[in-house]
Nanobody, 124 residues
Framework: VQLQASGGGLVQAGGSLRLSCAASGGTIGRYAVDWFRQAPGKEREFVAAISFNRGRTYYGDSVKGRFTISRDNAKNTVYLQMNSLKPEDTAVYYC??????????????????WGKGTQVTVSS
């Protein structure tokens, strides 16, 4: 499975963006999918995760109440709606899926499939 993140860009503080993570070469319907982000000089940080059947969602403390993860398995795509963006949200955003089907992981450990990142820049 190959993942491709898109939808990043430059936005003013308080604005919104929607990121997409499209899968190819296979279905992600049996996989949980996570979003991570990495700012310059910082470690990769967990942002959000969604179970394979959309039954459960998980968020990092810094984005709770502002970001929403969703998925459309028919389109083989996972989304990250980001609202009320802050300058500290500036980072490269990555989507990822674990090697094992059906399980949800909330850290980079165990992630097998990674998309190329998409840059999000929030200006103050």
């Amino acid at each position: 499975v190959q993942l491709q993140a898109s939808g990043g860009g430059l936005v003013q503080a308080g604005g919104s963006l929607r990121l997409s993570c499209a899968a190819s070469g296979g279905t992600i319907g049996r996989y949980a999918v996570d979003w991570f982000r990495q700012a310059p000089g910082k470690e990769r940080e967990f942002v959000a995760a969604i179970s394979f059947n959309r039954g459960r969602t998980y968020y990092g403390d810094s984005v709770k109440g502002r970001f929403t993860i969703s998925r459309d398995n028919a389109k083989n795509t996972v989304y990250l709606q980001m609202n009320s963006l802050k300058p500290e949200d500036t980072a490269v955003y990555y989507c990822a899926a674990p090697r094992v089907e059906y399980i949800v992981l909330l850290s980079t450990s165990g992630m097998e499939y990674w998309g190329k990142g998409t840059q999000v820049t929030v200006s103050s």
